[in-house]
């Protein structure tokens, strides 16, 4: 059986429930009844507010340390030409065989890559509807690693940040078994609480992205006798390379 | 529900050593990494009452942070319902699902599908549903319900899992983790990417964006959010944040005091179906916001239990959850936050009674990452029990006899003095050998002392009042100083 | 300097030792120490289970007879909590509101009172033993009180005080909840005492009755050789007159006035 499209706007009042009016006005009056005044709220001020302060060596070696803890890997590497050889060599050591890319220019990686005889798909090449997505995502095993560019590296935390675009798919960092995100210095901060400003002022702008996604580590689970495991649903290798000079 | 039902639930817990050895074994797990996590902080107070500072505020704005997030979720490209009950909110997704027709749901973990029955009434329209998360995976194969808010399966042992493991497989399997973990990669990575619908629970919506946070140690919340076609979300009218970097708070607090994490390995915060030239995100999201009870705690005594993020912490750390684990509560939340939910959401007439699993040792509201005074509420569901009669005819008189007893002195002297000669039958080497019941229950487990021949205010006058005794050179300053500040 | 002993009417009833010890310590501090007769029990184990108006009633009586009193002082956290905590709640909005303050503001530990009002830290007590503590939630979460025993104790001379593993865990008496409940009660019980056993003490301390009637009840039915007693109760043998020996005085530390 087919889907149907997302066609026309839907009328939500179809879906049965309370309308919006009925349910928030049933508890405007219970707040009101306790005294509360609800209509202009000022957010309380805290005394958490610190801005970024540290440098970026500073910031590098946290976020490497962090990630590292967290069971994933962390490199330097000092241009984008080395970071691509990095990858190819991490690939070959793995014995992967193809990649997907997403998010930013792959054009001179796909060619060392490829060198190597690695397969590399782009993002923006794969071109499936959803109906097409069980099978093209089932073969999922031809992409051995999904690489991509962060849009953020957290230090405090060892995360990396991606937003989703027509160019940076979420499943390029969720579905294959490895995951390796080159991140630009400029996209690595302090703490997480600037991630979620940038993205707030973003949204302001020109309407949040369908989703940001912080990724910190392998994937886990304690669901088993709390013994931990890596790689139940998501990635269980994260790799994270840090690309410095011009 | 009757108060049989829950002392026997608990004696079944008590008797289940397997059980008790898992819960333990767990809950140690979870709450030295909490304490361990506290530790890296120097303000974890401070948090703690800014985490708080920011639940109150925003609760009581709740209307105002719901009609925008509401909006905004519209201008994103979603929908949005409102149920007011349990099973309007059922309706909803069955509609939801009929609308798309859906035919098979891959889930993330949501409390409030819990609360409502969502899985079943699905099953009754013809619908394939899958738990994702693989604890929630481990118990619906068993055909049971979480026992823990953050490991759900936490009280079933290896060998069961791998047996239930094996049944799906038509093979034995060995009970190691990594084998047990593939087994579970496998079955669910075909569930996320056949599944029509997805529906996942919400840990934080956000006012500002209209998004929804999902965090997640597996990736299931990603999963579910990110392939299935049709995206569902089930979230509690108090879960929400008003702004964007709020988050940044309450992400530490929610993890830190669950599993001692600095964040979990993914926090998804997605916001409505994929924007237009995008390949992968749902085509339709829909957001269901449920009252089922929450707004009658508005404004009461009581309110404060809508600030519960949900962590976890409060059930690892007290001590009568880590003897029996969650089931003995009878109902979807255990522990202490159980204890105070499950009567507001399903009446104290009731459910009062789950509020007598308690010492009230305080530990729950020490714990809590947004200072919720639990020990205060388990009195005060109490406190609602009597007053609505629902306690036994007998404890009411017992007590009502008490007040009376204890604003006499002079009664309570001739008490004691009564109690003196008539405990003489029943005292053996300054032990009772007897008692009635309530009290037996007591002496089953334990030895009670007599009453000795004298009590302290028969010591007072007879001795104590005329002794004088020599004075200690101590130290320290004495009180003077205090004293005189005080004014007295 | 007078305080007014708030005696509980479980030390009053079932452990009047307790209260001679906590007497003769205060004596000893030279404070002089009444026991104003009408007091009865402060009401916690009507308000811990729901019964606010009897908790009431007992908890007038009390205030009245702590009415003229310039200090009152109290061998247990948990009836002290009770009273400094809680009766700003449950009489709030009652005629009696202001008095309740009153006593809540002047009621006092008695390990509270000796650290925090006399500022007695060491009070050159002897005594050879090993000793564990029991750190009473009441005492800790309800009434604040974590370190103040412990100082004390740790100024013992002779007294090896050993860390109680999971210190902060409830014994399991919960007032009613031990009779109500009387299986996860007792299993409670015995976590604390597995605990107890592990730290090879002679003597088990703790500063409320209540905890150490269900620990001592639990260990007499497990045959278990440990001293069960009240801090005061040791502190007040501890600081006898006839137990300073000559090695102390010779230390030029203590000395009977």
């Known amino acids: 059986m087919t889907l149907k499209g997302r066609g026309p706007a839907l009328d939500e009042a179809h879906f049965g429930g309370e309308s919006q009016e009925e349910f928030l006005s049933r508890i405007r009056a219970r707040l009101q009844g306790a005294g509360y005044v609800a209509d202009h709220p000022s957010f309380p001020a805290g005394p958490l507010e610190d801005e970024e302060q540290a440098s970026y060596e500073q910031k590098a070696e946290r976020f490497m340390k962090t990630l590292v803890e967290l069971g994933g890997e962390a490199y330097r590497a000092p241009s984008r030409e080395e970071a691509f050889r990095l990858i190819r060599d991490l690939l070959l050591h793995r014995d992967v065989k193809g990649v997907l890319t997403s998010g930013g220019d792959w054009s001179q990686c796909r060619a060392i890559l490829e060198e190597a005889g690695i397969a590399v798909e782009s993002w923006d090449e794969v071109a499936f509807s959803h109906g097409e997505a069980d099978r093209e995502l089932a073969r999922a095993d031809r992409w051995g690693a999904g690489l991509l560019w962060a849009d953020y590296a957290v230090a405090e935390l060892g995360s990396i940040a991606v937003l989703s675009s027509p160019r940076q798919g979420r499943s390029v960092s969720l579905v294959p078994p490895l995951m390796i995100a080159l991140i630009a210095p400029e996209a690595l901060v302090e703490r997480r609480r600037t991630v979620l400003r940038h993205v707030a002022a973003l949204a302001k702008e020109r309407g949040v992205p369908s989703s940001l996604t912080l990724i910190t580590g392998p994937s886990r689970s304690a669901d088993i006798e709390n013994d931990l495991s890596i790689g139940v649903h998501g990635p269980g290798q994260v790799i994270a390379i840090l690309v410095e000079g011009s | 529900m009757s108060k049989g039902a829950l002392l026997e639930r608990i004696e079944g817990a008590l008797a289940n050593d397997r059980l008790r050895e898992a819960v333990k074994r767990a809950t140690n797990n979870f709450r030295s990494g909490k304490a361990r996590a506290v530790l890296e902080y120097d303000d974890w107070e401070a948090m703690r009452e800014r985490a708080r500072a920011v639940r109150a505020h925003t609760i009581a704005h709740l209307d105002y942070y719901l009609a925008q997030l509401a909006a905004k979720v519209r201008e994103n490209g979603g929908y949005v319902h409102f149920a007011s009950t349990g099973e309007q909110a059922v309706e909803i997704v069955r509609k939801i699902a009929r609308h798309y027709g859906v035919k098979s749901v891959a889930k993330s973990k949501s409390m409030v599908s819990e609360e409502i029955h969502l899985n079943d009434a699905l099953k009754e329209d013809g619908i394939e549903v899958y738990e994702t998360d693989l604890g929630e995976y481990i118990i619906q194969l068993a055909g049971e319900t979480p026992s823990h808010i953050i490991g759900p399966a936490l009280h079933k042992t290896r060998e069961e899992i791998a047996e239930l493991f094996a049944q799906l497989e038509g093979r034995t399997l060995s009970t190691d983790t990594p084998t047990l973990t593939a087994v579970a990669r496998r079955q669910l990575r075909n569930v996320f990417l056949t599944a029509d619908m997805g529906i996942t629970g919400c840990n934080f919506a956000v006012a500002e964006t209209g998004s929804v946070t999902l965090v997640t140690n597996e990736g299931n919340g990603r999963m579910v959010t990110a392939l299935p076609r049709i995206v569902v979300t089930l979230m509690g009218m108090e879960r929400i944040v008003p702004r964007l970097e709020d988050l940044d708070l309450l992400l530490t607090m929610l993890t830190r005091s669950a599993t001692g994490q600095r964040a979990t390995s993914y926090t998804t915060i997605f916001s409505g179906p994929r924007r237009d030239g995008e390949k992968d995100g749902p085509e339709a999201f829909h957001l269901v916001i449920v009252d089922n009870q929450r707004s009658t705690i508005l404004g009461t005594e009581f309110e404060e239990a809508l600030h519960c993020i949900r962590c976890g912490a409060c059930l690892n750390i007290c001590p009568v959850y880590r003897q029996i684990g969650g089931h003995a509560y009878g109902w979807v939340y255990s522990g202490p936050i159980g204890a105070v939910l499950t009567p507001l959401y399903r009446g104290v007439e009731e459910w009062g009674e789950v509020a007598l699993a308690s010492s009230l040792c305080g530990a729950c509201w020490e714990a809590c990452p947004v200072k919720i005074p639990l020990h205060d509420m388990l009195i005060g569901i109490r406190r609602e029990s009597a007053e609505r009669r629902r306690t036994h005819p007998f404890e009411r008189w017992i007590f009502r006899g008490f007040g009376w007893m204890m604003h006499r002195p002079g009664l309570y002297r001739a008490a004691q003095r009564a109690g003196r000669w008539l405990q003489r039958p029943f005292v053996r080497d300054g032990r009772f050998r007897w008692a009635p019941a309530p009290l037996s229950s007591w002496l089953k487990t334990r030895t009670l002392p007599a009453l000795p021949s004298k009590g302290f205010r028969d010591l007072w006058q007879s001795e104590l009042t005329k002794q004088r005794e020599p004075r200690l050179a101590v130290k320290a300053a004495f009180g003077e100083q205090r004293e005189e500040g005080r004014g007295a | 300097m007078r305080v007014s002993l708030f005696v509980t009417c479980i030390v009053d009833t079932l452990y009047p030792q307790v209260g001679v010890s906590a007497v003769r310590l205060l004596r000893r501090l030279g404070v002089d120490v009444d026991f104003p007769s009408e007091q009865t029990c402060c009401g916690q184990p009507a308000y811990n289970s729901g019964y606010a108006a009897d908790a009431r009633r007992a908890a007038q009586r009390l205030i009245q007879a702590f009415r003229d009193s310039q200090w009152v002082v109290g061998p247990s956290g948990s009836c002290v909590a009770m009273v400094r905590h809680l009766y700003p709640k449950l009489f709030q909005g009652h005629p009696m509101e202001r008095e309740a303050l009153e006593l809540a503001e002047k009621t006092y530990e008695l390990s509270q009172f000796i650290v925090d009002v006399l500022g007695v830290t060491d009070m050159g007590a002897t005594f050879d033993g090993v000793a564990t503590y029991h750190t009473s939630c009441h005492m800790t979460r309800g009434l604040g009180v974590k370190e103040a025993p412990l100082t004390l104790l740790r100024n013992v001379r002779g007294l090896r005080l050993v860390d109680l ?93």
């Open chain 3, 165 to 257: 593993p999971f210190a902060e865990d409830c014994c399991g008496f919960g007032g009613t909840f031990a009779v109500k409940m009387a299986s996860l009660s007792t299993a409670m019980a015995d976590d604390k005492l597995d605990n107890v056993a592990k730290t090879q003490a002679q003597y088990l301390l703790g500063g409320d009755m209540a905890c150490l009637m269900h620990l001592k009840g639990r260990m007499e039915k497990r045959g278990m050789p440990v001293n069960v007693m009240h801090w005061a109760e040791l502190l007040e043998l501890a600081t006898r007159p006839d137990r300073v020996d000559a090695r102390t005085l010779a230390d030029g530390e203590v000395s009977a006035s």
